[in-house]
């Protein structure tokens, strides 16, 4: 680019100086590094090999410990539940062939096929699965996610947790060796979505336990089941991942390894991707301008939601409908997702997000038939509200405090929020107070905040995933909104509405109005994309709306 | 000289000890909690269980008394953002990338920058002391990950001569090791010059000159030993901080060192890792020094070194 | 007659009034040491340059923010990622300030390689020029042609002018660049003056007292330079809150000991000097010994370090904000600015090269202004 000239001109001198001092080490490597990244492109379509990165290392391979994405996506891939998700968030089967629900909802049984094994040989058996979440509420292992997935869905499994119980009250027994029975605390809907996610994947009594303290720390102190298994772990550094020839579906299985590297600046995989050492790349916002009009980028949407939370309980201002009312119509969203994220993210209109959930009977989408709560910007009518609340408040200036962390483009995002606030609403001053991510939970967990953005992806397939958010006293609450008629509702979708899908999809409909438009508590912001590079002859690879991100099951290299 | 060092290794040991008194209390002032975002998604209750099993609900005496028995015992525990991996083996199994990183910036900047000096010094006020001096100063106002990034794109992406990133062999760190040495070549460079040009004008060097020493014998033979002291002081917590490694350029080029690993668990509280980093970084910081006050007194005899009593 | 004669010659001669101290007095103008010192820093040319640069720096600094009518703050997102133009210097293609966004596009063919010269610029065709540099024959990557986009014109806003471009969200750049390196600057003066204060005096006590005091005071830097820079840091910043001042102190505190260990192994290589025993011998009080002999001769070492202080500080701030901790939006310095042009050095370089170029120059007139600053006060070197 002409202008980078300038620069280049200005460090010419030092480089060339230190290239010299280093050229003895070059030769050799241009030639492999040439050949490389030539040969890579025609070689790799026979081979079924992809090379990526992964933008951390991955912090636990134990399903019960697990926190992360970057954890449930390898566990994922390694392992194999009672289900598995397909393409549009299709449940196909997995450890079980299929299952039968007891009237009352709240017996399942699932079938296990006989053909699944574990690494070692050992069958996969229903008395895994059995351990395995034992092991996740036991309040000894210290599971965080056990709890938080199995709490208030598998019988008893909060008060073993609290340890009111002992674990051998939960309710999951081993029929026989194939045959699994998970009693429900309530009606379930969603439970077979509920089953794929890392949480519910069974694990070797045997293995584990012999172990102890060493598994799942290296790659070989792991029993796989799934499509694929790691046969390399330098930790901090990269990773393998091979087809496992034992697993039962491996006849589907096309991908014969995947090398993961962990790079964690984008410009830099953006670099590798351009000397073909990698073959997909994810984008940020700048480079996004850059590579416009390129045949390999690929937009993936995603249903996580992004909303302006605001806390009732520590503003005064905040607690005013009025102003949360004014604040949800003053920011112009459209200017932000366009080019400010300049990701593909598209603007939010509710809670629950676009392409996520459909109708049970009619397959509408769910924010087709809500519609947007709330229109992208209108400043006129943020101003009439805002000085309706200027007049009950009593006063003509009003500061609130928003947090900011440091994520990609945070500091972006909240000097814009900023001004586009103050701007619109007169009076209104934003005092920005940026801290590192901890921090920031530990102040939404403490509620000791005005504005924060947060976002929300899904852990299942139903909108309670996402409209248990705010129920009244909820753990992800945290900023005093409470109302009765919306708690009713969400209760009632467990509840008495439990079996009766159109009634419980109402419900939701009705309580996400409530929220957003009669009480104002949050406003929605954006729903995420990533605009990604990919080599054209990946083929195949499914982009999860819950669980690991992407399934490589089925994918192919042409 | 062997009592000397005997009684500054007992200092040394007192002074790890306060520091890590020092780092766990600071720790424990430090905001947020170590549980990250799944503390989101707890209750009240269940997050008592997980403080419970981090041993984070005892009173902080007893943490303290705990860490201190098992820090004598050679065991600093276990890390929480790794589940259940040991502390000892993430220190070791990532100082091995800085340290190599660090060792070959060190050696080639300040080799370098020496000469860079001592050039620019002999030609004092001249075109090539104009030049040195101008890399010099280029060299610490550019920020590194500015030249980092412009090293990795030319080099690495437009000329593909140098592989761009990640850790696989030693090609794989000539960038990185460029990138790291610009600062040591540039802070070494002047400092040699400003102390060669000071001693090349002392009496001394002047006899030596007058006696019918050649012009580079002088500068080899007199002028570097003299030059070299402060330039010690400087290498030494320089030397540090390379060896533990840089966040930017262990970033950037995908090097799984000790710098990213640091700041990595100070951004997510993993007490743990930042204890054993700080304490091992301590460690080293003090035996650099230890080193630095040996060498003194080899280079400029004038430095006598002496005990806590004469 | 002898009388008379004596009169007759009195009127030729004057008495002259005794005095002896007089006699002694030295007629040439008196020179202080810093008056020495400021005269040869005048014959040093790349200094006085580096000296009228940094004024004019600093003044810019001051008031270059006001120079144009826009302010650092105000957003228009459709004024985003504008490249620089200036006038007078817009037809000049070479310098980069004609306000157009260009792009060297590689492809099988010069028909596909204009396509996505379009696709680049949001298929703004009607201000989009093409320079093809190569036909290319089909063969991958072949033909290489340069698109240039005539941002401006294509914004309606010929008669516009952002000397620097605007950055991500539409604002100012030269407001913001301005307004930036007056709080860098800020922060690393104020940085390197705690430094300075606290370094020198730590240092030199500890050095030239020696014995026990120099072992537990060299103690004490060590725990204070072994517990890690970013802990300390991140809590004073927690603590405190990320401003200006915060981030000065907390710079400082973690800083000062460089100085304190420069200062004290050279003062240690000085006090055992003949220079200074013959002092000690003829009698002269340690604060003499410190402040005359001691001072003067570790001086040129400290104006270097403290020119390594301030680009330090500059950069450690703009590290803070590359981890999230730099200071509170939308106040920019020049290390926020680097960090966010960074971003866009392929895509948008003007956001990175004006504040990169502002903060190299900035660092090498301090440099050679301590140079020059150096041989003046080293009584050594002057001539």
């Known amino acids: ?558 | 000289m062997a009592r000397y060092i005997l009684q500054r290794l007992g200092y040394m040991i007192i002074t790890l000890f306060i520091i890590a008194t020092v780092s766990f209390f600071l720790m424990k002032l430090m905001p947020g909690s170590p549980l990250g975002a799944a503390q989101e998604k707890l209750s009240e209750s269940q997050l008592e269980i997980v403080l419970d099993k981090y041993g984070l609900n005892d009173p902080i005496p007893v943490q303290y008394y705990t860490y201190m028995k098992n820090l004598v015992q050679g065991d600093l525990g276990v890390s929480f953002q790794f589940d259940n991996r040991e502390v000892t083996g993430i220190l070791l199994d990532r100082f091995g990338p800085s340290l190599q990183l660090g060792l070959q910036a060190l050696i080639l900047g300040s080799v370098i920058g020496i000469l860079f000096g001592l050039i620019a010094a002999v030609y004092h006020n001249g075109v090539i002391d104009f030049t040195s001096t101008i890399i010099a100063v280029l060299g610490t106002s550019i920020p590194s990950f500015v030249f980092a990034g412009l090293l990795q794109y030319y080099i690495g992406v437009k000329l593909e001569w140098l592989p761009v990133a990640t850790w696989d062999g030693f090609e794989y760190s000539i960038l990185p090791t460029i990138a790291l040495a610009i600062f040591p070549l540039a802070t070494s460079a002047r400092f040699m010059r400003t102390e060669m040009v000071e001693v090349l004008g002392s009496d001394f060097i002047t006899t030596a000159r007058a006696k019918g020493v050649g012009k580079f014998g002088v500068v080899f033979k007199h002028g570097l030993r003299n030059a070299l002291i402060p330039l010690i002081t400087i290498m030494g917590p320089m030397a540090v901080s390379l060896l533990t490694g840089t966040l930017v350029i262990e970033k950037i080029f995908g090097v799984p060192g000790i710098g990213d690993q640091f700041v990595n668990s100070i951004t997510q509280n993993d007490y743990p890792i930042i204890m054993g980093t700080t304490l091992f970084f301590a460690f080293f910081f003090i035996l650099v020094i230890l080193i630095i006050d040996i060498l003194y007194g080899i280079v400029d005899p004038r430095i006598r070194l002496t005990g806590g009593d004469k | 007659m002898a009388d008379d004669n004596k009169k007759n010659l009195d009127h030729l001669f004057v008495l002259t009034e005794d005095n002896q101290q007089s006699n002694e007095k030295i007629n040439r103008p008196v020179t202080t040491f810093l008056q020495d010192a400021f005269r040869s820093l005048r014959r040093n040319v790349a200094a006085m340059i580096s000296l009228v640069v940094l004024i004019i720096i600093i003044v810019m600094a001051a008031f270059g923010g006001q120079m144009n009518e826009y302010d650092s703050t105000t957003q228009n997102l459709s004024w985003a990622k504008m490249p620089p133009k200036v006038q007078g210097l817009e037809n000049i293609g070479w310098l980069g300030l004609d306000g157009t966004d260009s792009e060297t596009i590689e492809a099988s063919t010069v028909e596909a390689a204009k396509e996505r010269g379009l696709a680049r610029f949001k298929n703004d065709e009607e201000h989009i020029t093409f320079d093809v540099k190569s036909e290319g024959d089909g063969t991958e990557d072949s033909a290489k042609v340069v698109a240039t986009h005539d941002v401006y014109a294509s914004k309606d806003m010929e008669d516009t002018y952002f000397w620097f471009g605007t950055d991500g969200l539409g604002r100012d750049l030269w407001t913001r660049t301005w307004e930036g390196t007056r709080i860098s600057l800020f922060i690393a003066f104020l940085a390197a003056a705690i430094d300075l204060v606290i370094g020198v005096a730590y240092g030199g006590i500890s050095g030239y007292y020696g014995g026990r005091a120099d072992n537990v005071m060299q103690r004490i830097i060590e725990i204070i330079t072994g517990i890690p820079n970013l802990v300390v840091l991140i809590l004073m910043i927690i603590i405190m809150g990320s401003g200006i001042v915060s981030i000065s102190l907390a710079l400082a505190i973690t800083g000062w000991t460089g100085m304190a260990r420069i200062v004290r192994g050279e003062v240690l290589k000085l006090k055992n000097q003949e220079f200074v025993l013959a002092s000690r011998t003829l009698g002269a009080p340690n604060g003499r010994i410190i402040s005359r002999h001691l001072i003067p001769n570790v001086a040129s070492l400290i104006i270097i370090n403290t020119m390594f202080t301030i680009p330090s500080a500059i950069f450690f701030e703009a590290f803070l904000s590359f981890i999230g901790l730099g200071l509170q939006p939308p106040t920019a310095s020049l290390g926020t600015l680097i960090d966010d042009g960074f971003k866009s050095l392929t895509t948008y370089p003007h956001m990175l090269i004006f504040p990169a170029i502002l903060i190299s120059v900035i660092m090498i007139a301090f440099n050679l202004l301590g140079d020059g600053l150096r041989d003046a006060f080293d009584p050594k070197m002057r001539k």
């Open chain 1, 1 to 558: 680019m002409k202008k980078s000239n300038w620069l280049l001109l200005v460090f010419g001198l030092v480089l060339t100086l230190f290239l010299a001092a280093c050229s003895g080490g070059d030769d050799s490597d241009s030639s492999s590094e040439g050949s490389d990244s030539e040969g890579n492109a025609e070689e790799s379509s026979a081979e079924q090999v992809l090379n990526l990165i992964e933008v951390d290392e991955i912090p636990s391979m134990d399903p019960s410990m697990a926190t992360d994405a970057i954890a449930f996506q390898w566990l994922g891939a390694t392992m194999e539940g009672l289900y598995r998700l397909g393409e549009n968030g299709e449940v196909k089967p997995g450890i079980a062939t299929d299952h039968e629900v007891s009237e009352d909802s709240l017996t399942w049984t699932f079938n296990l096929r006989e053909d699944a094994t574990w690494s070692n040989g050992d069958p996969v058996t229903a008395h895994d699965f059995v351990y395995s979440w034992r092991r996740a509420v036991d309040p000894d292992t210290g599971s965080s996610y056990g709890p938080y997935m199995m709490g208030g869905v598998i019988k008893n499994a909060t008060a073993i947790n609290q340890g009111e119980m002992d674990v051998e009250e939960l309710g999951v027994k081993a029929e026989d060796d194939y045959t699994l029975v998970v009693e429900l605390e309530n009606p379930t809907p969603y439970f077979e979505s509920l089953a794929t996610f890392g949480t519910y994947l069974p694990l070797n009594q045997a293995f584990v336990e012999e172990q102890g303290d060493q598994f799942a720390l290296e790659a070989d102190t792991i029993l796989y089941n799934g499509p694929f298994t790691m046969t390399e772990w330098n930790h901090n550094q990269n990773f393998v991942i091979e087809k496992n020839p034992d697993y039962w579906d491996a006849d589907s299985v096309d991908l014969e390894k995947i090398n993961l590297d962990i790079v964690k600046d984008t410009s830099t995989a953006v670099n590798m991707y351009e000397t073909g050492e990698i073959d997909r790349v994810g984008l940020s916002a700048e480079y996004v301008d850059q590579y416009a009009g390129d045949e390999r980028m690929r937009v993936i949407e995603e249903p996580t939601l992004f909303y302006l939370k605001m806390n009732q309980t520590r503003s005064e201002a905040l607690a005013n409908l009025n102003v949360r009312k004014a604040i949800q119509l003053a920011i112009d969203k459209q200017g932000y997702t366009d080019v400010i994220l300049n990701n593909g993210s598209v603007v939010a209109g509710g809670l629950v997000p676009a392409n996520f959930v459909n109708h049970p009977e009619t397959g509408e989408d769910f924010r087709e038939i809500n519609g947007d709560l709330v229109p992208v910007v209108d400043k006129e009518k943020a101003k009439e509200y805002w000085n309706k609340a200027l007049e009950e408040l009593g006063t003509d200036s009003v500061e609130i405090e928003m947090l900011g962390d440091d994520g990609e483009s945070a500091e972006k995002t909240a000097e814009y929020f900023q001004e586009q606030l103050q701007s619109t609403l007169p009076g209104l001053t934003i005092k920005i107070k940026s801290v590192p991510f901890q921090e920031r939970i530990r102040l939404n967990e403490e509620m000791d905040y005005d504005l924060q953005v947060s976002g929300w992806g899904p852990d299942y397939i139903d909108p309670l995933t996402f409209m248990n958010l705010f129920v009244t006293d909820g753990p992800n609450n945290n900023m005093g909104y409470s109302n009765e008629k919306y708690d009713e509702l969400i209760a009632s979708t467990s509840g008495e509405l439990a079996q009766d899908p159109a009634a419980r999809w109402d419900a939701f409909l009705e309580a996400e109005k409530i929220l957003i438009q009669e009480d104002a508590a949050i406003s929605p912001l954006y729903q995420r994309a990533r605009t990604q590079l990919w080599d054209q002859d990946i083929q195949g690879v499914i982009v999860n709306p819950a669980g690991p991100q992407y399934e490589y099951k089925w994918a192919h290299i042409e």
